[in-house]
């Protein structure tokens, strides 16, 4: 009965962690100079049990912010945020995570 009961859970974890994707895109503009918006692509049948979770924002190697989901409204998790003293040269890092499996970043150089 006991392996009965841990071949069941088992196998239903991994069910879960097959249908379980991170985001398929990540895309990051600059506008008006300090604002940073992100767009990640993450399509899902269920967006309340498998959405983005977290979006973290790495500025020259240093995370600077860090924004938590706790569903998705549609296919896309949008995000924009202001970055004080951005400029020509810095190297920013977005990357989105999937709160059941996995992650995508997008490295950005400022022109």
Known sequence: MRKFIFCLV???IFV????????????VFIVKKNIVDIT???PSPNLKRH??????IILNRE???TQKFTFQ?????KF???IPGLKKGDVLEVIAYCNRHGQLGKKITVE
């Open 10 to 12: 088992a196998c239903l």
């Open 16 to 27: 879960d962690l097959v249908f379980a994707h991170p985001p398929q895109k990540v895309e």
């Open 40 to 42: 990640v692509t993450h």
């Open 51 to 56: 959405y983005v979770d977290k979006i973290e």
């Open 63 to 65: 995370s600077v912010y």
């Open 73 to 77: 409204k549609s296919n896309f998790q």
């Open 80 to 82: 924009a945020h202001r």
